[in-house]
């Protein structure tokens, strides 16, 4: 197998990455419009009014808004085939609403992985998988080191529909 495409594909996320590390909605915008197909599969764990390419600018106009100095740093990326994965460490300072809380002025650090998957040197589809527990926790909606669904209910939008959940005890 050739390592042009998955070499090319690795140096695609990493100007995705800087792109959206600017905080620069037109320059996002543009990059988004240049390496993501219009319609692309996104999955993340914010819950999205949009879909293909707009929703990653849905997701990073509010990423923005809520942590203006959010910076992604790559730790880790590995391609193979058609898929690239990016294991990430996230950091800023949350100013903004962000999933119903309020702006707290509390800097979080979390982390992520992503899988991109191409089409044509282009991305095609998304996975992420985000530490949003500890987010949370860092910015104080929830308390201490174990949370059930009944804290987290009506905490935040996305969580309203959650059902109390109980310990079972697998001795």
Known sequence: MSTIA?????????????????????????????????????RTPLPLETTGAQALKEVFGRLHTAYPDLHVAIEDLIAEGDKVVSRNSVSGTQLGEYMGLQPTGKSVTYNEIFIFRFVNGRIAETWGVVDVFSQLRQLGAIRGGLASATQLRGSFPSTRALRPIHAVDCS
Do not use: H, W
């Not at 070499?7 to 543009?30: C, H, P, W, Y």
């Open 6 to 42: 998955p070499t090319s594909n690795k140096a695609t996320v990493r100007r995705f990455q800087e792109a959206m590390n600017t905080g620069d909605a037109e320059l996002i915008s543009r990059t988004i419009d240049e390496l993501v197909d219009q319609d692309a599969i996104i």
